[in-house]
């Protein structure tokens, strides 16, 4: 009878061990089917076409910026200043079409090449001056706030807006940009993003250097990989993204507000957390990341649809955060 004891228990752990495995691998895609049938026997309206597709939609500009914090997750990084960006490129591009009637290609060209810039100055300051990332990208984050409240003076920017003179705005946004934020445009973008990051993170030289680098940077330039070079292109996607995150809320909602991107700045971060435990993966995915806005969208359209004042909202979601940080940091423990 002694001798069984020892069995028995490791047994236990055993069972244990195996079902905190499973619920890291697939709680996060069994959360969102308990989550669909707990809405949907609420409201069976939930779960109509028109309201998948809205929750798409509004998962949309989470996924596009939160695919960015993935990226520069990869090489052991972090990015807090996607949202800001994303502020810059929306009053950028829907200035470029009010205020300056430039064509869409301008307009777009000029919102890639300012985030490139604020890109290019974190890495510098990360990879050269040594400055922790989360650091850094927080300074970045009040500094492009700024300047995107310098740029546009504190004031929304749409079509015939009262210019500092009191004429009207001439510039008009052109049709074919305007198609950017609605569907199926919009969903087609986000998924595109989504599968070329996924192949690229996944199947090629380029993306495995990044997971290895993210892995052990010491060890990685040991090897022979350029780190500093990864380091720089990651930084460069992310503010890339964010921009495209951006330019695509500007397009839906066809003006340019204050801070409009700083919202979306928790969602990406818990979309691309989340990710970590999807499969288990362990390590940022685009796949996962996609799950993790996926979850976040049908919590949001769920709890609205259930009449939660929006500032519980908050309180929700800061609470699927927490939990995704957990069960990553359980595991890498």
């Known amino acids: 009878m002694k001798t069984d004891i020892p069995v028995q228990e490791n047994a236990k752990q ?24 707990v809405f949907a026997l609420a409201n069976p309206a939930f779960i109509q076409s028109n309201n998948v597709i809205n929750i798409l939609r509004s998962i949309s500009i989470v996924t596009i910026i939160a695919i960015g914090i993935t990226i520069s997750l990869t090489v052991n990084g972090f990015d807090l200043s996607v949202g800001s960006v994303a502020s810059l490129s929306n009053a950028i591009v829907i200035s470029m079409f009010v205020w300056f009637s430039q064509n869409t290609a301008v307009a777009i060209f000029s919102a890639i090449a300012a985030a490139l810039v604020v890109g290019a100055f974190n890495s510098f300051m990360i990879v050269k001056l040594k400055i922790p990332d989360m650091l850094m ?15 546009t003076k504190g ?109 979306y700045l928790m969602d990406s971060v818990a979309a691309a957390f989340i990710g970590f435990a999807v499969l288990g993966a362990g390590k940022p995915n685009a796949f996962g990341t996609f799950i993790g806005a996926v979850l976040i969208g049908i919590l949001q359209n769920g709890l609205v649809m259930m ?27």
């Open 14 to 37: 055993a069972f244990r061990f195996e079902l905190f495995d499973f619920l890291y691998k697939y709680g996060t895609i069994i959360t969102i089917f308990v989550l669909i049938a």
């Open 307 to 333: 009449s939660v004042p929006y500032y519980a909202m908050d309180i929700v979601k800061g609470l699927v955060l927490a939990f995704a940080l957990g069960i990553t940091y359980y595991k890498q423990k």
């Open 137 to 151: 990208t927080l300074a970045t984050m009040f500094i492009i706030q700024g300047i995107a409240l310098t740029y």
């Open 155 to 263: 004031s929304t920017i749409s079509q015939n807006m009262v210019m500092a003179d009191g004429t009207f705005a001439t510039g008009t946004i052109s049709p074919l940009f305007q198609k950017f934020g609605q569907v199926p445009w919009i969903i087609v973008i986000m998924l595109t993003i989504v599968v070329v990051v996924h192949i690229f993170l996944t199947y090629t030289k380029h993306g495995r250097f990044m997971y290895i680098i993210g892995g052990n940077a010491e060890a990685a330039k040991l090897s022979g990989i350029a780190v500093n070079k990864y380091k720089v292109a990651a930084y460069l996607f992310s503010a890339l993204l964010a921009a495209i995150g951006g330019m695509v809320l500007a397009s839906r909602i066809m003006t340019a507000e204050i801070n409009a991107g700083t919202p």
